[in-house]
T-cell receptor, first 108, second 114 residues
């Protein structure tokens, strides 16, 4: 079983829509969780960390559900500039494991 | 402040050739990493380093070697390239061990092995 599983999408949504991605992980010892963003043919960049209590950064909200072993990312009021691939990252035992990414396209 | 840089950006090799990818960071980070990214596979860790003079194997180390002679540089070597090593290679660095701080990535090296 893979350390982290992500729905690859693609998700195609209109501007202003709300979209949510989930990511499941297999190792209950995972301690830290992140969402990275990767634009086409570019390097990944940190979008936000995911805290146990959930956290929000502007239009982005990240949630962690340890009981069901998944993390989620909610994007409200989608912008054209949100079009990218979103990678979830989990860290069991000090290693980073990346999901294969969820592709989002926001259309006008 | 350039962050993380990678050389070269693109390379085409023939099977059996060797090459070295160079990663440099100017953020004084202790930790450096090499990943490969293949379609549908996500990023996979090849090797990493927790400080100058140290290296360790990651998830997919076979066919690669690394060296960290200087804190700011992390080299990835392919001794005898194979078509299965066609991929995009990303270097990253962080101030703390993976999972405890942000990883900063270089722009990537696109390698094709014919």
């Amino acid at each position: 079983r893979k350390e982290v599983e992500q729905d690859p999408g693609p998700f195609n949504v209109p501007e202003g829509a709300t979209v949510a991605f989930n990511c499941t992980y297999s190792n209950s010892a995972s301690q830290s969780f992140f969402w990275y963003r990767q634009d086409c043919r570019k390097e990944p960049k940190l979008l936000m960390s995911v805290y146990s209590s959930g956290n929000e950064d502007g239009r982005f909200t990240a949630q962690l559900n340890r009981a069901s072993q998944y993390i989620s990312l909610l994007i409200r009021d989608s912008k054209l500039s949100d079009s990218a691939t979103y990678l979830c990252v989990v860290t069991p035992l000090g290693r980073l494991y990346f999901g294969r990414g969820t592709q989002l396209t926001v259309w006008p | 402040n350039a962050g993380v840089t990678q050389t070269p950006k693109f390379r085409v090799l023939k099977t059996g050739q060797s090459m070295t990818l160079l990663c440099a960071q100017d953020m004084n980070h202790e930790y450096m990493y090499w990943y490969r990214q293949d379609p549908g596979m996500g990023l996979r860790l090849i090797h990493y380093s927790v400080g100058e003079g140290t290296t360790a194997k990651g998830e997919v180390p076979d066919g690669y070697n690394v060296s960290r002679l200087k804190k700011q540089n992390f080299l990835l070597g392919l001794e005898s390239a194979a078509p299965s090593q066609t991929s995009v290679y990303f270097c990253a660095s962080s101030i703390q061990l993976a999972g405890f701080s942000e990883q900063f990535f270089g722009p990537g090296t696109r390698l094709t092995v014919l």
